[in-house]
């Protein structure tokens, strides 16, 4: 079974910075298209970026032009670089497959954007 884990979450102030990783042991990494998904408390989970085996990238409208998804193929990783952080990228973020995505969930990693 593949394994998700992601990290790189934290207590940022408006305006503030993070850097997510996630890295996938086990499983077809090289192969398919990775996506960051986010849910925030009473929300639906939601897809914010997805980057597919070929390094094309997508974002979502709200995050458009302030976070970068990238891979790292020989390590098993996707990152999600997050600038211009707002308030209301309070979320815990995952990591999973991309359009379809594994049927499970990691413990993704908790993004607090407060002052």
């Known amino acids: 079974q593949v394994q998700l884990q992601a990290s790189g979450g934290g207590l940022v102030q408006p305006g503030g910075s993070l850097r997510l990783s996630c890295t996938a042991s086990?499983?077809?990494?090289?192969?398919?298209?990775m996506g960051w998904y986010r849910q925030a408390p009473g929300n639906e989970r939601e897809l914010v970026a997805s980057i597919t085996r070929g390094y094309i990238t997508n974002y979502a409208d709200a995050v458009k032009g302030r976070f970068t998804i990238s891979r790292d193929n020989a390590k098993n990783t996707v990152y999600l670089q997050m600038n211009s952080l707002k308030p209301e990228d309070t979320a815990v973020y995952y990591c999973?497959?991309?359009?379809?995505?594994?049927?499970?969930w990691g413990q993704g990693t908790l993004v607090t954007v407060s002052s």
């Open positions: 086990g499983g077809i990494f090289n192969s398919v298209a």
């Open positions: 999973n497959y991309y359009p379809r995505d594994l049927g499970y």
